[in-house]
């Protein structure tokens, strides 16, 4: 066999267009959010269930680590909310070209990157 | 055969309605998230009364239940999507769909219990 021959495409060689960065962490977000889901419901129902576990979730939620996990979340939510509306927007054929695409995604990337501080901000 | 299997792993069977679901899921779930975060912003020092009776009127009950639906069918599309994307054997394909997917039953049915126990 021929040993010269490609053996795999390495995929971080590549350089990617900012509309495929856009569309892979609309991906990884999902996910991501997805795989949190039960410990934002257990945070629901200790808010909910009596006003002793309530003081005692907000006094968990002080503590750094916590915070951490919270505002991974919430910005692995808004960063697929907001290229969530990006992908609405396209449906309705605003915004289709490959010009304007390129924008949009660097749009989203920006909003994002300013909802991701805010809510930084908003946390600490 | 071949056709028959693809057919039965592909469990939702037509994109077209997976397309508009997945849409109309996500402006629900938009409007939820956004409302949700923005009383949480406009609520600094929220306490736990005011919290629970929220979630104790009836608008916002349904609102949530139809939030959980959401999540549910949206959350299906999309991690369906994603795992047929990037695996390739149909037997694990199949195991990690179905548990996602039990996984997501079973957080609606929590997810209520939480709101009728509130």
Redesign the interface.
């Known amino acids: 066999m021929n040993k010269q021959r490609p053996i795999n495409v390495y995929l971080l060689t590549y350089k990617y267009p900012v509309t495929a960065i856009i569309s892979v962490l609309h991906?990884v977000s999902?996910?991501f959010v997805?795989l949190l889901?039960?410990l934002l419901?257990w945070m629901?129902?200790s808010?909910?269930?009596?006003?002793q576990q309530?003081?005692e979730l907000q006094g968990m939620l002080g503590n750094p680590m916590m915070k951490l996990i919270l505002w991974l979340f919430l910005s692995a939510?808004l960063y697929h909310?907001v290229a969530?509306?990006r992908h609405?927007a396209m449906?309705f054929g605003v915004g289709e070209s490959l010009n304007s695409a390129c924008r949009s995604a660097w749009a989203v990337a920006i909003i994002a990157a300013i909802l991701i501080l805010l809510t930084g901000i908003?946390l600490w | 055969m071949v056709n028959k299997l693809t057919s039965i792993t592909s469990l939702t069977r037509n994109g077209v309605r997976d397309w508009l679901v997945q849409?109309v899921t996500?402006?629900i779930l938009?409007v939820y998230?956004l409302f949700l975060l923005g009383y949480l912003?406009f609520h600094p020092s929220i306490?736990?009364?005011a919290?629970?009776s929220l979630?104790q009127s009836t608008a916002f009950r349904v609102f949530s239940v139809l939030f959980l639906l959401s999540?549910m069918w949206h959350?299906w599309i999309?991690?369906w999507?994603?795992v047929t994307d990037y695996i390739k054997p149909a037997d694990i394909r199949l195991a990690v769909i179905l548990i996602?997917i039990i996984a997501l039953f079973a957080?609606v049915i929590?997810?209520i219990d939480?709101l009728w126990?509130?």
């Open positions: 991906r999902g996910a997805f889901i039960p419901l629901l129902a808010s909910l269930a009596s006003p309530f003081d939510l909310l969530g509306i609405l449906d908003w | 849409r996500s402006l938009a998230i912003v306490e736990f009364f919290w629970q979630f999540l959350a999309g991690m999507t994603i996602i957080y929590w997810g939480i126990s509130a």
